[in-house]
Nanobody
């Protein structure tokens, strides 16, 4: 009953910016925790950012000062604002939403060129 649709990925040069969106549909309530993981080829999955329905956020050390996470509860959408992108940010970014279990989006590719 829950579907997460991600968008906003693409190609960008180092130093550029992207905004990822994750729209939730189905049986979703405003108190669901949501967030973003990323996984680069050959590397382990990394928790990038998380947010509660109250707006409390947490960011990985690797992206602090460059990324922010926010949500629009009216739209059931969470965003990842990525600034000052680096080549090491290249990965597939996956949105998640926590209910009784964790639901995942399909992933959106972010590629940062030097």
């Amino acid at each position: 009953q829950v579907r997460l649709v991600e968008s906003g990925g693409g190609l960008v040069q180092a130093g550029g910016s992207l905004r990822l969106s994750c729209a939730a549909s189905g049986t979703v309530r405003s108190n669901n925790a949501m967030g973003w993981y990323r996984q680069a080829p050959g590397k382990q999955r990394e928790l990038v950012a998380s947010i509660t329905s109250s707006g409390n956020t947490n960011l990985a050390d690797s992206v602090k000062g460059r990324f922010t996470i926010s949500r629009d509860n009216a739209k059931n959408t969470v965003y990842l604002h990525m600034n000052s992108l680096k080549p090491e940010d290249t990965a597939v970014y996956y949105c998640y939403l926590d209910l009784r279990i964790r639901y995942w989006g399909q992933g959106t590719q972010v590629t940062v060129s030097s």
